[in-house]
Nanobody, 125 residues
Framework: QVQLVESGGGLVQAGDSLRLSCAAS????????MGWFRQAPGKEREFVAA????????YYADSVKGRFTISRDNAKNTVYLQMNSLKPEDTAVYYC??????????????????WGQGTQVTVSS
């Protein structure tokens, strides 16, 4: 069982930045593909970004490409989401997710086994 704990959410103004963190309890954290998803009120959960266990490329939703950066520190069992130039439409609960050895279809929520409890990000205009 892997526990994921997000932190770093908050209330900011449009144009500001936030960095979300997700700490994982997995002993073999480096073998997990990590993803960030978000869910706004009345909307379905949507993919934001993913970083594969195997390293190499990172993946982003078109809506955040160029503004958000996902990264991981395997020594700290932590994945980060740096969010710059925030917009009101980025307002949502942000969740991190994990799945061991996931090697494709990173944008599909049902492929991730473990989920955090979420952290609220609110961007005011």
């Amino acid at each position: 069982q892997v526990q994921l704990v997000e932190s770093g959410g908050g209330l900011v103004q449009a144009g500001d930045s936030l960095r979300l963190s997700c700490a994982a309890s997995a002993r073999t954290f480096s073998l997990y593909t990590m993803g960030w998803f978000r869910q706004a009120p009345g909307k379905e959960r949507e993919f934001v970004a993913a970083i594969p266990w195997s390293g190499g490329s990172t993946y982003y939703a078109d809506s955040v490409k160029g503004r958000f950066t996902i990264s991981r520190d395997n020594a700290k069992n932590t994945v980060y989401l740096q969010m710059n130039s925030l917009k009101p439409e980025d307002t949502a609960v942000y969740y991190c997710a994990a799945h061991k050895f996931l090697s494709g279809d990173y944008e599909t929520p049902k492929l991730y086994t473990y989920w955090g409890q979420g952290t609220q990000v609110t961007v005011s205009s």
